[in-house]
């Protein structure tokens, strides 16, 4: 495991309890997926990687387009295959193979991942075959944030 790789994953078990709310990003406040993403990522980086657009629950089903996946890969660069996961990889997952990535999360290694449950918290669950299936990408967090243009 890398030593971005080790701080992602620390980074991400401190978010562990965070309640679950709808476009927030602040540790021990509130956050959903995009929200704890962006939470490691400032942490990590301190900064924050985008401002998102105000989006509604089901934005991936609305919008026609995969912006989960484009945002990963601007700031991530390209995937990493998914047999080649490490600890404090980021996950992004689709319910249908015909649909935009909608929920991300961050491999805690042991078949566990963390991630804003939506209506409890930001939890450890296992990563089971219902969840493995819906992997969709796989990113490693950068050595260094790429620039961010004005």
Known sequence: MTAINQRALSAAESWIGTPYRHQASAKGIGCD???????????????????????????????????????????????VPVEAMQPGDLMLFRWRPDVAAKHAGIFAGEKSFIHAYEQAEVIRSVLVPSWRRRVTAVFRFPEVAAKLEN
Do not use: Q, T
């Open 33 to 79: 997926c995009l929200g704890l993403i962006r939470g490691i990522w400032r942490e990590l980086y301190g900064v924050e990687p985008e401002m998102p657009p105000p989006y509604a629950r089901d934005w991936a089903e609305r919008s026609g387009e995969d912006r989960l996946l484009d945002a990963a890969l601007r700031h991530f660069g390209a995937p």
